[in-house]
């Protein structure tokens, strides 16, 4: 336990109550480590899988209106450690972060695949999430590419090989172009 768990006041206690939590979840052996100040309804929460907690960007808007610069720098102070990206925007006073798509998509932990078809690439990108590979990708696109797949064709800008034929475990990284091959 880290020193600020061990500051937990009835620590003895909070203990029995997550063994009987855990048992309760069907869980019989394990060790359940405290890292922080925690409570019983934090167990619960991380043993619910129907609990999902996101993450969030917190935009301000209509920063042109009277009084918001103000309201929107306690909103930073207040939330800044709890969230990590906090923006404040104004479409009158043309202030809105230049690159707020590529601040969003890293956020996310996304990149985008390109599809291509008879050496046509399509203008607007899958959004995949971080580690995707050719199998994902194929079954986002249709299931029948991923149950008829025999190969796919990568193009990759600054690669040392830029076209390359490669398998379904094949991972893809953010602006590859990929074309799905069947049998």
């Known amino acids: 336990m880290t020193k600020e768990a061990k500051e937990i006041k009835e620590l ?15 869980i019989r052996n394990g060790i359940v480590k405290i890292y922080g100040k925690i409570t019983i309804d934090n167990i619960i929460d991380v043993l619910t899988p129907s609990v999902v907690y996101k993450r969030v960007i917190i935009i301000g808007t209509k920063g ?3 009084y918001t610069q103000e309201t929107f720098e306690i909103l930073e102070m207040k939330y800044c450690e709890k969230f990590p990206i906090i923006f404040g925007v104004s479409i009158q006073k043309e ?10 998509i890293k956020f996310l932990n996304r990149i985008r695949i390109y599809t291509m078809n008879n050496g046509i690439v399509a203008n607007e990108p899958l959004l995949m999430k971080e580690g995707v590979s050719v199998k994902e990708v194929a079954e986002k696109i249709h299931r029948s590419f991923y149950e008829n797949f025999d190969h796919a064709v990568i193009i990759r800008e600054g690669a040392r090989q830029k076209r390359k034929k490669v398998g ?8 590859d ?7």
Do not use: A, C, R
């Open 12 to 26: 003895e206690k909070l203990t029995e109550q997550i063994k009987e939590i855990v048992n309760e979840n069907g």
């Open 168 to 175: 379904s475990d094949y991972i893809l990284k953010d602006y």
């Open 95 to 104: 202030n809105f972060p230049k690159d707020f798509g590529e601040t969003i």
């Open 64 to 66: 042109d209106l009277p």
């Open 177 to 183: 172009i990929i074309e799905v091959h069947m049998t």
